[in-house]
């Protein structure tokens, strides 16, 4: 069985990816809510819930009316410190329903 990325889990790598390329440079703002929304073929909703993300993990900061904006690339953890699962790691085990497991090491 194939495993596909949750939507707003694309929307999110993609523009992690940009920021990494410097395609989107620290105080850039990022484009609308609708034209991410045109730019991925995705719904309003998976939008928002991808710059939510991004602006929880220090990728960007969203001010209400003005726009989303990048702050650059959050602080990488120490590779020997146990660090909370991920979007992308919470997602895998709630589908696979199996123990969950909080840190990874």
């Known amino acids: 069985?194939?495993?596909?990325?949750?939507?707003?889990?694309?929307?999110?790598?993609?523009?992690?990816?940009?920021?990494?390329?410097?395609?989107?440079?620290p105080g850039d703002m990022l484009p609308s809510e609708t034209q991410l929304v045109r730019e991925f073929g995705v719904g309003r909703t998976t939008v928002v819930r991808a710059l939510q993300t991004l602006a929880m993990q220090g990728w960007i900061e969203r001010e209400h009316g003005r726009g989303s904006f990048v702050k650059g690339r959050p602080p990488e953890p120490p590779a020997d410190r146990a660090r909370p699962l991920g979007v992308l790691g919470r997602s895998v085990l709630k589908r696979h329903q199996g123990p969950a497991i909080n840190m990874l090491v």
């Open 1 to 25: 069985m194939d495993f596909a990325p949750p939507k707003y889990a694309r929307v999110i790598a993609a523009i992690q990816q940009r920021i990494r390329d410097g395609e989107y440079a």
